[in-house]
């Protein structure tokens, strides 16, 4: 047994050694792991709710009726402030006018609102993590790569940020800032830049301690060099995993921010402050709330899936 | 286990300072005095000099942060300029109410959660597991607030006139009252004393103060009033918990000793329950621990949308109205129950997996 467990070792060694496959190993690595992803279908579905709201953030002015901000009186007849949802097919008098999610208390088309809610949503959850990714991983790499009292420093001050419970501590951060979407976002990209910082650290870390950068430093590269073209590019799977979940929290965060009316502030078509303008009303029109939270709670989904999907697909380790 | 108990406490103490003295910085750095934001934006400047000469607020920061240290390790967390009250006694009235909600949520989701991912995991691969992980996915996506206004419409108005039906806001009926157990039982309590607030604490706890004096429409009427809130809070961290129970647990069933106890024979529920079960409650014991910031931050807006005073909704209008004292003291005592919940994760540990107590 293990004399051939050992000829098994040397057989894969040996092909690995081989530099004609070397080239092309991580082209095939990234093969392997789209393959693994497209296998999964909780990813594929994430995936394609994703395309699916960047798509309709896109084409928003094609697809919303109205403007989202567009007041209905005097535009329409027969149109009240809270109108439930009325689709003629389904049997809605044709007297009223078509809303398909009905009318907010403005008097605004909600599904217009809904469907411009998307940019809002995707446009937050985009910056506010590219924000946390390049300056936690930055602080991670410097951390991770000088060690010593700044990795100290810079770890000890991301464990502080880590004692406060996020929505809290986002909280204060804007009422520091001043409520407002741009404030909010800054807020959560700060509660979030830890994971970043540890994850990027860690890989460093290990990556630091590889041959190929032990080569890199024989072969006198400067230390730039070895962090943008050697630590950086083999640390990137776990950020990628870590991104994609990190645009779920961001959107669910934000939109709690902006629920407790520290976000996006009116008339700005957003899913959270439009759920949180009619919360009194939930008990008289229901769907002016239900739709906004349904919106929120589909693009997390989305992103939440595909983050899932993408590491299992990106940790070989994990597939059993 | 004593010496390793000892360590873990004072290694919790610098952790707490940094927290106190952030909170301290950050709140001063907020925009605005609270001298504006109570006696109003034409507030005169002798007017606040009256009135920040009263509250301590025109000594040097760094003073006042060394009269606040002071302050809370005698348990004198000063006074909210907001109510004018100790915020001791805000305390006393809000924290009870917030405990009783997470305690209720974190119960809810442990007792749902593991079941749910060990189920998950037993029939791994087929329609329950998938099933279950699909509810686990809608369950970490959905917003706590929605959840929440949601489910109040559901129970208040479409479930109106069944027996189904669940309050939706506040923590009693109008009229009802928890009598607390001191008076109950006769006690008498020297008015002002740290025993008597201390005992108002705990009957603060209307579920457990009307449980233990055998007050049972009162138990029943607060318990009907907590379900929607705590089911609402409970969601997040409950899918959470389902899906690392689950991991966990397939984990632990591929490993070499869960073969070796089926090769001796040992029946399946004796191998999951013995051998499986407890070396995979690891993961689970932290990812409850960690929801605890989870719940507080929940807290908030659950608080927001069910009409509870309890300290998150406190908190939020204390941070928002520059009320000094009161977000300090909440911090802390937040912070304080955060770093009590780590240290007894930790000791969990010690429990389950005895190699962490021989280091």
Known sequence: ?????????????????????????????????????????????????????????????????????????????????????????????????????????????????????????LTLGFFTVTIALVVGSSLGAIAGYVGGWLDNIIMRMMDVVLGFPSLLLAIAIVAVLGPGLRNALIAIAIVTLPAYAR???????????????????????????????????????????????????????????????????PPLAEWGSMLASERNQVFTAPHLVFFPGLAIMITVLGFNLMGDGLRDALDPSLNK | MLGFIVRRTLLAIPVLLGIVVVVFLLIRAIPGDPCTSLLGERATEEACDRF????????????????????????????????????????????????????????????????????????????????????????VSMPVFWLGLMLAYLFAIVLQDTPLALPPSGRLTAGVFSEPYYEVWGWTLQEGSLWAKFNEFVANHVIFNSFITGQWDVWWDAVRHMVLPAVALATI??????????????????????????????????????HALRNSLLPVVTIIGLQLGLLLGGAVLTETVFNLAGVGRALFDAITGRDYAVVQGFTVVIAAGYVLVNLLVDLSYAYLDPRIRIE
């Not at chain 1, 007297?95 to 949503?121: A, C, F, K, M, T």
């Not at chain 1, 070895?226 to 961001?250: D, E, F, H, Y």
């Not at chain 2, 240290?69 to 809000?94: A, C, H, K, W, Y």
């Open chain 2, 52 to 139: 920040n000469e009263a509250k301590g607020l025109n000594e040097p920061i760094p003073v006042q942060l060394g009269i606040y240290m002071r302050d809370i390790v005698t348990f004198d967390l000063g006074d909210s300029v907001r109510f004018s009250r100790p915020v001791n006694q805000l305390l006393i009235e809000r924290l009870p109410l917030t405990i009783e909600l997470a305690m209720s949520a974190l119960t809810i989701a442990v007792l749902v959660g593991v079941p749910l991912g060990i189920l998950a995991a037993r029939r791994h691969n087929t329609l329950v597991d998938s099933a279950t992980m699909a509810f686990a996915n809608v369950g």
């Open chain 1, 199 to 265: 994850v990027m650290r860690a890989q460093v870390l290990a990556i630091k301690e590889s041959d190929f950068v032990a080569a890199s430093i024989a072969l006198g590269a400067p230390a730039r060099h070895i962090v943008l073209r050697r630590v950086i590019p083999n640390s990137l799977t776990p950020l990628v995993v870590l991104a994609t979940l990190g645009v779920a929290t961001a959107i669910l965060e934000a939109a709690g921010l902006s629920f407790l009316g520290l976000g996006a502030q």
């Open chain 2, 237 to 274: 961290p409950l899918a959470i918990i389902a899906r690392i129970t689950r991991s966990s647990l397939l984990e632990t069933m591929g490993k070499d000793y869960i073969r070796t106890a089926r090769a001796k024979g040992a029946s399946e529920r004796r191998v999951v329950r013995s």
């Open chain 1, 1 to 121: 047994m293990t004399f051939d467990r050992r000829e098994m070792v040397d057989a894969i060694v040996t092909e690995a050694a081989d530099p004609a496959r070397l080239t092309d190993k991580p082209m095939s690595q990234w093969r392997l792991a789209m393959r693994r992803f497209r296998e999964r279908k909780s990813g594929m579905i994430g995936l394609g709710i994703i395309v699916g709201l960047i798509l309709v953030a896109v084409f928003a002015p094609l697809l919303a009726p109205f403007e989202p901000n567009q007041v209905l009186v005097g535009v329409e007849e027969n149109v009240r402030p809270r109108d439930p949802p009325c689709v003629h097919l389904f049997g809605c008098e044709d007297e009223r006018p078509q809303h398909v999610l009905g009318v907010d208390g403005n008097v605004r088309d909600e599904l217009s609102r809904v469907i411009y809610g998307s940019r809002v949503s």
